[in-house]
């Protein structure tokens, strides 16, 4: 199954919620007053988010304007394209060596998530390590090797209670040892409100700067697409302190709100890299914006 297809499938309820309203907007109706308010709250209600959806309002108007048009059905594929242009978002594509840091709360999903991560660039045929650096919570390492023995990979854990930053040290060590492609560092879980554990995070990013000077690195929050603007006010937190280059959104298939990515991607001017599409270890896919928005609407 291609990847526009399981996106699709993906976004099932997210389509059921606005997709559905669309068109009903759309059939047949004039672009008046009464039109622009049911599409603020269609996306409104989609946790779009207020800033985004002011902001595809505004180029929605200006570009029907512009172009004279008064045809819902144009009208609707104009909608398409203010959405797409919404969500486009520059990743700069990935040189190896890399290193990934996986950060967020917890409950998001982060250690199958890297789990996941494993298998897709192992099915790339790049070689992988992975660092055990959730250190605090219990049987954390051990979940985490699991994954790792399911992708199939290597991984570099001490034991509980050891300092995180060691944990990454070791990791990047080996893997320059072995001339390892992709380091994937799991972190533990932490509120986004939390000094001292922020302060740890920032430590570990510090580590990996100095360890591996030469790598690409990246720094990645997993979201839960559940949460809706709950993960909005995670993000700034998270990028206020070490930078975010990229968001994991999670569980897309289990939210009719996945409008969250317009929110996510306007307000931070950070690209959602990949999306979860089920449980399995291959249901972590890129995310691609055109086949984003065309699973909504088809």
Known sequence: MGFFT???????????????????????????????????????????????????????????????????????????????????????????????????????????????????????????????????????????????????????????GSDPAAVVFDTISSAIAKNTDVVLVDTAGRLHNKKNLMEELKKIKRVISRTAPHADIRNFLVLDATMGQNSLSQAEAFDDDIEINGIILTKLDSTAKGGIVFALITELVIPVVYVGVGEKIDDLIPFDPESFVEGIFD
């Open 6 to 160: 399981r996106l699709k499938d993906a976004l099932k309820k997210t389509k059921a919620n606005i997709g559905k309203k669309f068109f009903e907007m759309f059939k047949g109706k004039a672009l008046d007053d009464e039109f622009y308010e049911a599409l603020e709250m269609a996306l409104i209600t989609a946790d779009a988010g207020v800033e985004a959806t002011d902001q595809i309002l505004e180029q929605l108007k200006w570009h029907t304007y512009q172009n004279k048009i008064r045809d819902p059905e144009k009208a609707r594929d104009a909608l398409k394209r203010v959405l797409l242009e919404q969500i486009q978002c520059e990743f700069p594509e990935y040189k190896y060596p890399l290193v990934l840091l996986i950060s967020g709360v917890n409950g998001v999903g982060k250690t199958t998530t890297i789990g996941k991560l494993a298998k897709n660039f192992l099915d790339q045929g790049k070689s992988v390590i992975i660092a055990a650096a959730d250190t605090f919570r219990a049987a954390a390492s051990e979940q985490l090797e699991i994954w790792a023995e399911r992708a199939g990979v290597r991984i570099v854990k001490h034991t509980e």
